[in-house]
């Protein structure tokens, strides 16, 4: 929301009637990737513009110009431009310090618990899943990959165009599987449409980048699919492309997945002889019924755990040091070589084409509203048998570890902990493990998000105040430095948790690692912050007696600060 008013006008307007008195300049402009969390957006979110289908809300003054809104990507503020439309409306000075005392929140959420008891959810059949190698079972050459179902139809599912697609993955409920669940149907539409002179092989105007830089500890979901999948991802990055109008398709690697990247390259090479998509260089731009064909290339990436966040995955294929933009712009507006972008993680890439070719209604009746389709779940810690599986989203968190994985070690009673999904998502005890459900909603109802659906379960012999504390000591090392709060803030929350393990903490300490938590969340460039606070702002909600049970021990049996270290290491 970006207030802009002359002070002048607001001056002169303050002396008019009550009644009338308005202030003409003022504008709000609303964010379509993210929503503002600032106190001066807590009204935006009240009155609905229909030509955006977003709320907007109080500006200074107490009044606000609402503007109905055109998405036009081409727009230099957050994807939308916004065309001026009379219409004034006033908002009391009640409302405004009702708006100015209140924390803003998302709507109430659905009672997951009453809709768990509704329904079981899980998958019961195996025709009903996206990943039918995920494995390794089978060959993950061009005929075996034909033979499961890969590449049937596709060029029949291009030549009904980009509307016809974009309207298939909307009314499907898929929502991106790399963290951040955004609709990726919506999120593809914000893609403006390519010139008629863009498709030229040699100066694309679009791009598409497959983010396959999986770095979230705990997470192993993409290099299954890269390993055992590699032409349902080509197959998803080709009409991927054609949803967002892009010519040429990046998939950028983790540095580490060697193994991966050669299996993916020669699927590339297979998919490229028989004409199904082309490579750099290639002299054939298109296919056997006259297709364009659309040019594929495999990046690798460094290793830097920051380069998942999508503008720095971009400054990173620019050559650049992976550190993440300002935005806006955004990248749909101005991403890769200063060209729009789309940047979509490898599991949300590779569901495109069941998607498209069993149809949305199919993918939207599994799951519950707002939390459609399938997803991938990766299982470790203390579980009899660690593995990733596809399961219906929706599905208990304690029925997917039982389910799956043999349970947990010793019983489900020795659970200390569950991490959902991922280690920058909170923690939960087991009283509320065992009944949450795996899926956006119902995480986010106990504090905690699904994330990437990594699930780690600790057991009663884990100290979970040292599992934070090394979680923070990664994200101290892998922090890009570039944001103060994030730089200054991981270290502060490492050295306050080794303090305590040390036996050197007190009480003071817990109100510093809180105060420094929730002053690195929402106030850096990207996410990071708040992957690094959310552990600890975990920790203090559900398990503050592990950390006072460290500051009692340090007020009965004192120690010289520098007397040991938990972590020589760090």
Same mark, same amino acid.
């Given at each position: 929301?970006?207030?802009?008013?002359?002070?002048?006008?607001?001056?002169?307007?303050?002396?008019?009637n009550k009644q009338t008195k308005m202030v003409?300049?003022?504008?709000?402009?609303?964010?379509?990737?993210?929503?503002?969390?600032?106190?001066?957006?807590?009204?935006?979110?009240?009155?609905?513009?229909?030509?955006?289908?977003?709320?907007?809300?109080?500006?200074?003054?107490?009044?606000?110009?609402?503007?109905?809104?055109?998405?036009?990507?081409?727009?230099?503020?957050?994807?939308?431009?916004?065309?001026?439309?009379?219409?004034?409306?006033?908002?009391?000075?009640?409302?405004?310090?009702?708006?100015?005392?209140?924390?803003?929140?998302?709507?109430?959420?659905?009672?997951?618990?009453?809709?768990?008891?509704?329904?079981?959810?899980?998958? !019961?059949?195996?025709?009903?899943?996206?990943?039918?190698?995920?494995?390794?079972?089978?060959?993950?050459?061009?005929?075996?990959?034909?033979?499961?179902?890969?590449?049937?139809?596709?060029?029949?599912?291009?030549?009904?165009?980009?509307?016809?697609?974009?309207?298939?993955?909307?009314?499907?409920?898929?929502?991106?599987?790399?963290?951040?669940?955004?609709?990726?149907?919506?999120?593809?539409s914000l893609m403006p449409t390519a010139p008629?002179?863009?498709?030229?092989?040699?100066?694309?105007?679009?791009?598409?980048?497959?983010?396959?830089?999986?770095?979230?500890?705990?997470?192993?979901?993409?290099?299954?699919?890269?390993?055992?999948?590699?032409?349902?991802?080509?197959?998803?990055?080709?009409?991927?492309?054609?949803?967002?109008?892009?010519?040429?398709?990046?998939?950028?690697?983790?540095?580490?997945?060697?193994?991966?990247?050669?299996?993916?390259?020669?699927?590339?090479? !297979?998919?490229?002889?028989?004409?199904?998509?082309?490579?750099?260089?290639?002299?054939?731009?298109?296919?056997?019924?006259?297709?364009?064909?659309?040019?594929?290339?495999?990046?690798?990436?460094?290793?830097?755990?920051?380069?998942?966040?999508?503008?720095?995955?971009?400054?990173?294929?620019?050559?650049?040091?992976?550190?993440?933009?300002?935005?806006?712009?955004?990248?749909?507006?101005?991403?890769?070589?200063?060209?729009?972008?789309?940047?979509?993680?490898?599991?949300?890439?590779?569901?495109?084409?069941?998607?498209?070719?069993?149809?949305?209604?199919?993918?939207?009746?599994?799951?519950?509203?707002?939390?459609?389709?399938?997803?991938?779940?990766?299982?470790?810690?203390?579980?009899?048998?660690?593995?990733?599986?596809?399961?219906?989203?929706?599905?208990?968190?304690?029925?997917?570890?039982?389910?799956?994985?043999?349970?947990?070690?010793?019983?489900?009673?020795?659970?200390?902990?569950?991490?959902?999904?991922?280690?920058?998502?909170?923690?939960?005890?087991?009283?509320?493990?065992?009944?949450?459900?795996?899926?956006?909603?119902?995480?986010?109802?106990?504090?905690?998000?699904?994330?990437?659906?990594?699930?780690?379960?600790?057991?009663?012999?884990?100290?979970?105040?040292?599992?934070?504390?090394?979680?923070?000591?990664?994200?101290?090392?892998?922090?890009?430095?570039?944001?103060?709060?994030?730089?200054?803030?991981?270290?502060?929350?490492?050295?306050?948790?080794?303090?305590?393990?040390?036996?050197?903490?007190?009480?003071?300490?817990?109100?510093?690692?809180?105060?420094?938590?929730?002053?690195?969340?929402?106030?850096?460039?990207?996410?990071?912050?708040?992957?690094?606070?959310?552990?600890?702002?975990?920790?203090?909600?559900?398990?503050?007696?592990?950390?006072?049970?460290?500051?009692?021990?340090?007020?009965?049996?004192?120690?010289?600060?520098s007397s040991r270290s938990v972590f020589r290491?760090?």
């Open positions: 929301f970006v207030p802009r008013e002359d002070a002048g006008e607001r001056e002169r307007g303050e002396k008019r003409t300049s003022t504008a709000a402009h609303v964010a379509m990737y993210s929503l503002c969390s600032t106190s001066s957006s807590n009204r935006i979110l009240s009155i609905t513009i229909p030509a955006l289908n977003v709320r907007i809300g109080r500006a200074l003054g107490g009044f606000i110009n609402l503007r109905r809104a055109v998405a036009t990507a081409s727009s230099s503020r957050a994807g939308a431009q916004l065309q001026t439309q009379r219409s004034i409306v006033r908002i009391s000075k009640e409302e405004q310090k009702a708006d100015r005392e209140a924390k803003w929140t998302l709507p109430p959420a659905e009672n997951w618990q009453s809709a768990r008891q509704s329904r079981k959810y899980g998958l !019961e059949n195996d025709t009903d899943r996206v990943f039918n190698n995920l494995y390794g079972d089978h060959g993950v050459d061009l005929d075996s990959a034909r033979a499961r179902g890969d590449w049937f139809r596709t060029t029949a599912i291009i030549s009904r165009g980009r509307d016809w697609l974009l309207n298939q993955l909307k009314n499907s409920g898929l929502r991106g599987r790399g963290g951040a669940g955004f609709p990726t149907g919506l999120k593809m008629e002179n863009a498709h030229s092989p040699h100066q694309p105007q679009q791009y598409l980048v497959v983010n396959g830089d999986e770095g979230e500890p705990g997470t192993s979901k993409d290099r299954q699919i890269l390993r055992n999948e590699p032409h349902k991802v080509l197959e998803g990055a080709v009409l991927g492309a054609v949803a967002t109008d892009a010519q040429r398709v990046y998939i950028y690697i983790r540095g580490e997945f060697v193994h991966e990247r050669l299996i993916l390259q020669r699927a590339l090479d !297979e998919a490229s002889e028989s004409r199904l998509l082309r490579q750099p260089g290639d002299a054939a731009r298109f296919g056997a019924n006259g297709t364009p064909l659309k040019t594929v290339v495999i990046h690798r990436g460094a290793g830097a755990y920051v380069c998942g966040e999508e503008t720095a995955l971009i400054e990173s294929l620019e050559g650049k040091m992976g550190k993440p933009r300002l935005k806006p712009p955004f990248p749909a507006q101005k991403g890769l070589f200063g060209r729009p972008t789309l940047v979509s993680n490898v599991e949300t890439v590779a569901s495109i084409p069941t998607i498209a070719r069993r149809g949305s209604k199919w993918y939207a009746s599994l799951g519950r509203h707002g939390n459609h389709g399938t997803k991938l779940f990766s299982i470790s810690g203390a579980v009899e048998s660690p593995c990733t599986v596809e399961e219906e989203m929706g599905i208990g968190l304690r029925d997917l570890v039982e389910k799956h994985a043999g349970g947990a070690k010793g019983g489900w009673s020795h659970v200390r902990a569950v991490i959902p999904g991922g280690c920058s998502t909170s923690m939960l005890p087991r009283t509320i493990a065992e009944k949450v459900m795996m899926d956006y909603t119902a995480l986010s109802a106990v504090g905690s998000a699904l994330g990437t659906g990594a699930v780690v379960v600790l057991d009663d012999t884990v100290d979970v105040v040292e599992a934070v504390a090394r979680m923070e000591m990664f994200y101290r090392h892998e922090s890009c430095g570039q944001c103060t709060p994030c730089r200054e803030g991981t270290g502060v929350l490492f050295a306050l948790l080794e303090k305590l393990l040390a036996g050197d903490g007190a009480e003071s300490d817990l109100q510093a690692m809180d105060h420094m938590a929730r002053g690195m969340s929402g106030h850096t460039i990207c996410a990071m912050g708040d992957a690094a606070a959310t552990p600890v702002l975990g920790l203090l909600r559900y398990f503050r007696p592990e950390l006072e049970s460290y500051v009692r021990k340090a007020s009965v049996i004192p120690t010289k600060p290491s760090a």
